[in-house]
Structures are given as C-alpha cells and as structure tokens.
C-alpha cells in the first residue's frame, strides 16, 4: 500500500510541492487562482452552450454542482440552486471554494432533465439492470439538497443493481461527506435527473462532456482519429509506467469504489501487458517507456523454468503454462522487432521450443505441466491458451525465421478447424488467424478467421452489446486486418459471398468509440476514494469498475490494431457509408 501512495503523490507533485514550499496564505493565493482561472472556464462554455441555457430555461430553475479534486484525493461536490442560473452558479462557486480542496480539477454539471418517480417505480424499472449502467443522477427530495450526480453514484456503490435499490447507509455517508445532511427519512418520491457536464484541469480552457445515451454520457469527446488514439496510448503508457515499480513488476489492479488493492498477480497478464505497452510505445515514440519496458521484461525472466539449454517455459503458480509461454513470445518478439534487436533471440527460440514440447502429434496442445516433472498437469485449461500458444510461434517464426515454429502454428491451426474452434470465438484465436494468413493465404484460414467472429451471431451481438467487454475492439481489429489483406489481396475464399462487410466496418467503428467510455479520463476518476491510482486506466464497470494491468491491456491492444490500420479503415468506412446511402436512396 505504501507504493499506491507514492504514485498517488507523484501524480499531485506539482501541486503539493508547490503548497508544501509557500506559505499558507501564497498557497491560499494560488488555490483561488486556479478556481477563478478553471470557473471563469466553465461559466464561459456553459453559456456559450444555447441548447443547455435553453433546456435550463425549459425546466424553470437552474440546478447546479460543481466538483473539485486535487488529483489525489476523491472529488467534494456542492450543489446549488435558484430561478436564476448565474445566482446558482455563483452560490455552487462560493461553496465549493469553502471545501479548501485544490482545484487541479473542477467540473460542472448542469441539470437539464428531470423525472419523477415513486421508489417502487424506480426499482421496477432499473433491478436486474447491467452493473455500473445507471446513468443518471437522483435527488431524494425536490429541492435537490439531498442529491448525488451519476458519478457518485457508481463511484460509492450505493446502488444495488440486482434489485434497483439504494443502500441508504452509503447514501448518507456521501451526503456527508460532502456537507450534507443525512437522510433521517426517505420520501416516497425520488427524481432521476440528467445533467451536461464541463470539465476544466491545468488551464483556463474547459471540454463540453459527451450527454449521449446509455454509457455515452460524462467523458470529453476525444475522437478517434490518429492523432486521438495518440493522445490516448501517451495517457495510457504513462498510467502503467506510473504502476511499475523498479523491479519491474506492475500494481496488479485495483477495485476503485472500495479502494482496494488485487494482492495477487498474474504474470500471463504481466507478459500481456509488457506486449501491449510495446505497442504503446510504437503509437507515441514515447522514450521514456524504454526503462519501463526493459525492466519488465526482466521481472518476466524470473519466471522463466528451463528444462534443458533450448527449452523454456513460463511458470504461472505450480504449473508450466502454456499460454504464458505464447505471450511471452509476444512480448519479447515484439522487442526484437520494434527496437531492432537480437538480445533475447536465445530466449525467444527456448519459450518456442517449450511450446512445441507441449504441442501433440495432431496439432493440439497439453496447457499444464508440472513445473518439477515436465509431466503433464492439465490437458486441458481453456481455449485462449491455444490461441496464445500458436500466435506466440508465428511471432517467433518472424524474428527467428525458423520453419519449425510456421508448421508447428499451422498444425495447430488444421487442429481448431477440425474440432470446430470457431464456434468458441475466441479473441486470441483472431489475432492467430490473422498472423498466420500473413504467410499461408489459404482459404481454409481466411474462411475459419471469418467465422470465428459470426458464429453464434457474436459479429452481431458485439454490435448490440451494452457492455464493453475488454477484448472485443481487439477482436474486429484483428478480423478487419485479416479481411482486408483476403480482399486487397486478390485471395478466394467462398465464404465472402455469405460475410457481412457493413457489419464489420459499423462495430469496428462503434466497438472503437464505445470503448472511450470505459476509459479513467479525470472527468470520472475524481469520483473514487483514490484517484491517483486509476486515472488514464481503463475500467471494468460491469465488475465494480475493476482496474487490472489485463484490462488496459485488452483495450489498448484494439487502439493500436486501429490506430495502425487507420487510413484502410477509413477507406472501408467511407465505401460503407457510401453503400448504405445508396441502398436508401
């Protein structure tokens, strides 16, 4: 717990160092400074905003809060409110400036939608909902004096999703913590309200926050663009740098509503995360992560067991895993080819060969083995395991140029198509049949690379789904990649008469936008008790907004997939647009 401080304080330094050097009242003058500076920003986007001034008008009053952290602690939040919007937002700012909180950050939120319902109502509507999906604030009593926004909301856990209903111990704990008084009664009727947010940090400037629906709601509209998607992996990098002690080992994860820290580790998940932030560093040319990444890919080496000179394999708990052998390769072939290196070309060919130790005559493979027999611990774990496996090997055949690895890959490959992996569809098993149509342009490939992504209707269901499942931008990437070198290659494959183009393009395109919503911009991560430790990660809603090294990760590997292939996509999106047009005219 002591490193979570200490990169909580790291990331306030410029702020705490400055009120730790001055005295009090200098401190006092730059803290009114950046409130003036951030409000004025604020005040100015709001009413330059007609649609909200006019939804304001609408209502008939003005409701307002204003939210400040200093970056390291949770957010204090004021509320206030009059027939007349500057009168509120005069009051919230009065009031928000007594809470002695730096303003690193200051947000706005303007109410601009109100509904009333009876408790009951309420729970009938939103129980059985999708955990962390709520989006909107509720006031316990008309005047709002007794409201939290969303954001508190979900960021303290005081919703119980299964059944639509409020823990009124954590309600009032809010309320309280925040200068409010506790609820001694709860009306029988509440007010679901919706508000467009401001946020301001740094500088006297302010982002209008996105006011979509369902998660688009309460995040700056970053785009997605090239240069976006930069911005993004530069946020992102430094957030895992910031987690990397100087061992090498990152900070597991963290469950942000309560605080807590994963005591455990994963180091299949560490490999994952070290191939990602390689990625990361392609995307920005960002040197500093250079140290970063070279001291963890040396904590990984502790993990390494060798059962002779030439043979490798990564020990995850009792066992030899397989996967993390696979993603081992990853990571260290990624090394060699983005810095143009041979240093771990004898660890590279080892790792690959522990793969083929553990691959049997008809392609599959044994997952465990006991770390002090080399004999089999479990036929069988999981089918991310294969797909790890096999990527791994093509990656080694890249850098080693060694054929054994591409026919080990591609007897595994035979194996999936036989036992019908497809219908599994499997993330790892994309990224596999990408890389190995990038060799052996085979129509049985690119056909099974198709289906892995429309059995069961999963193109479709990542289309609709609600939930950001962590792997599914990675997923279209790296079937988007694969489509577009069958179809710009010229290769045949009969299956493309029964595949859906405009469906690919639409989620890879949706997948991509709707993953910024699960990602920690300021604007949200000032909500928890400690903000430091998830801001410019990405967060888990559906599991108690869970932050883990996997979870960045996944994500980031889909925003590199599109940041690499962002002119084809563009070019794929426009045809699209341009087919659908035509098909409504």
């Not at 508190?152 to 119980?160: A, E, M, R, T, Y």
């Not at 990098?237 to 820290?261: A, N, Q, R």
Request: glycine content about 6%; charged content about 20%.
């Amino acid at each position: 717990m002591g490193f979570k401080k200490f990169i909580a304080a790291a990331l306030t330094a410029a702020i705490t160092a400055s009120a730790l050097l001055t005295a009090p009242s200098e401190a006092l003058t730059l803290r009114d400074r950046m409130y003036e500076q951030r409000f004025a920003a604020l005040s100015q986007a709001l009413h330059s905003d007609t649609e909200t001034v006019g939804a304001v008008e609408q209502l008939g009053r003005a409701v307002v809060f204003l939210s400040a952290s200093d970056g390291n602690k949770q957010a204090k939040i004021v509320e206030a409110d009059s027939l007349d919007l500057d009168t509120a937002l005069n009051s919230a700012y009065s009031k928000i400036k007594k809470t002695g909180m730096t303003p690193r950050w200051l947000k706005l939120d303007v109410v601009v939608m109100q509904k009333e319902y009876t408790y009951q109502s309420f729970q009938k509507q939103f129980n059985n909902a999708l955990q962390g999906s709520f989006r909107y604030g509720v006031a316990f009593n008309r005047s709002y004096g007794t409201a939290l926004l969303e954001a508190q909301i979900n960021s303290c856990g005081v919703l119980d999703y299964t059944n639509g209903q409020f823990d009124w111990s954590l309600v009032n704990k809010e309320l309280k913590r925040n200068g409010t008084e506790k609820l001694s009664t709860v009306s029988n009727k509440i007010y679901v309200f919706k508000t467009q947010g401001y946020f301001s940090e740094n500088t006297g400037s302010a982002y209008k926050l996105t006011n979509g629906v369902y998660n688009n709601v309460g995040r700056r509209d970053l785009g997605i663009d090239r240069n976006a998607l930069t911005v993004l992996a530069s946020k992102s990098s430094s957030y895992l740098s910031s987690i990397c002690d100087s061992t090498g080992k990152f900070v597991y994860g963290y469950y942000p509503v309560d605080g807590e820290e994963l005591e455990d580790y994963n180091i299949l998940r560490h490999a994952g995360t070290c191939w990602n932030l390689i990625m990361q560093y392609e995307m920005t040319g960002d040197e500093r992560l250079v140290p970063v990444i070279e001291s963890s890919l040396a904590y990984m080496k502790k993990y390494v067991v060798y059962k002779d000179r030439d043979t490798a394999f990564i020990k995850d708990s009792y066992a030899l895993n397989i996967g993390g052998n696979g993603l081992a390769l990853l990571a260290y072939c990624n090394y060699a080819l983005t810095f143009a290196s041979t240093k771990y070309n004898s660890l590279i060919k080892a790792l690959a060969n522990g793969v083929l130790f553990m691959q049997k005559h008809d392609g599959s493979y044994i997952h465990l083995l006991y770390a002090d027999s080399f004999e089999t611990a479990k036929d069988y774990v999981i089918v991310y395991y294969d797909g790890e496996a096999s990527y791994g090997l093509l990656k080694a055949y890249e850098v080693l140029e060694s054929r054994i690895y591409l026919n080990a890959a591609q007897r595994a490959a035979d194996c999936f198509i036989e036992q019908h992996y497809e219908t599994l569809n499997s993330h790892w098993i994309a990224y596999m049949f990408n890389e190995l149509t990038k060799y052996l342009p085979e129509e049985k490939y690119f056909e099974f690379g198709l289906k892995n992504i429309t059995e069961n209707n999963w193109l479709r269901n990542l289309y609709n789904s609600k939930s950001g499942k962590n792997s599914a931008n990675e997923t279209t990437n790296a079937v988007f990649e694969m489509y577009d070198r069958l179809v710009s290659g010229g290769y045949t494959c009969g299956y493309l008469e029964e595949f859906d183009e405009t469906l690919l393009i639409n989620t890879l395109n949706k997948r991509t936008e709707y993953g910024l919503n699960y990602f920690m911009f300021p604007e949200y991560s000032m909500y928890f008790k400690e903000p430091a430790t998830v801001t410019n990660s990405f967060a888990v809603r559906e599991d108690s907004f869970r932050v883990r090294i996997d979870d960045v990760q996944h994500f980031m590997d889909g925003y590199y997939l599109y940041w690499k292939n962002y002119d084809r996509i563009m070019q794929y999106t426009e045809q699209t647009e341009q087919t659908e047009t035509n098909k409504a005219a």
